[in-house]
């Protein structure tokens, strides 16, 4: 891994079209800003975490199998669905 | 009970499952609800719903990166379906919450899907369904005015 140090408005740039620059860093905080292409996705580390989480508390509880759990979720889907339209 | 059965495939994965590339997906019939089962390991299973008819104002339109345009192989006419994954709470189902943040856009045509992240971070990954309704996702200023 490349460890470049910079100080506050300084830049680095990545290949032709990526900008970053830090903002701010008070402490062990660093405010960083990222200019891009649209199609580059940026995105916190703990975002893909926070999916994984969720993904592994999703799977653990089903019982979609268990006809009374999915009788009850299919008749508050139903009826919520009914007052969403009114 | 399921209706509809296609096999998709999710060539990363799903987050924290990232070998399962190949899932069952069942469509119930006159409900927005299916399951998606992982064909290999019949441990991992995941119910869906179809956020659309219960949050008129998600996603009207996908932002996807050519990356994943090409991972799910979509063409000019192709049509994304876009699900989300709920988490039952089996004690108390009114409890259950729908990870809007981290939608399923599935490719109906080549049957490739993924999980995409989206950037906005109005959106949750545990938005009640059957109550706090009045907190959109997507509007932002929904909480404005409450005091206390």
Redesign the interface.
């Known amino acids: 891994m490349l460890v470049l140090s910079r100080k506050v408005n300084e830049r680095i740039l990545i290949g032709d079209d990526i900008e970053i620059i830090i903002v701010a860093a008070a402490g062990d905080n660093v405010r960083i800003g990222i200019k891009a292409p649209?199609?580059?996705?940026?995105?916190r580390s703990e975002?893909?975490e926070?999916?994984?989480?969720?993904?592994?508390?999703?799977?653990s509880?089903?019982?979609?199998d268990d006809?009374t759990?999915?009788a009850?979720?299919?008749e508050?889907?139903?009826g919520?669905?009914d007052k969403?339209k009114k | 009970m399921a209706n509809e059965k296609k096999v998709i495939t999710f060539p990363k994965g799903l987050p924290g499952f990232e070998e399962e590339k190949s899932f069952i997906l069942s469509e119930e019939e006159g409900i927005p609800l299916a399951q998606l089962d992982s064909e290999r390991n019949k441990e991992i299973g995941f119910v869906l719903l179809r956020p659309q008819l219960f949050f008129s104002e998600y996603l009207p339109g996908v932002d996807l990166t050519p990356d994943e345009i090409e991972l799910m192989e979509i063409g000019p006419d192709d049509q994304v379906d876009v699900w989300a994954i709920m988490t039952l709470c089996l004690k108390d189902m009114s409890l259950s919450t729908v990870n809007l943040r981290a939608p399923l856009i599935i490719n109906s045509r080549t049957n490739k899907g993924i999980q995409i992240i989206l950037g906005d971070e109005s959106f949750s990954y545990r938005q009640q369904i059957f109550s706090g309704m009045e907190n959109h996702p997507g509007a932002e200023g929904a909480r404005e005015g409450a005091i206390g």
């Open positions: 649209k199609d580059v996705k940026i995105l975002v893909y926070e999916v994984q989480k969720q993904n592994m508390e999703a799977v509880v089903i019982k979609f006809e759990v999915s009850k979720l299919k508050m889907l139903n919520q669905i969403n």
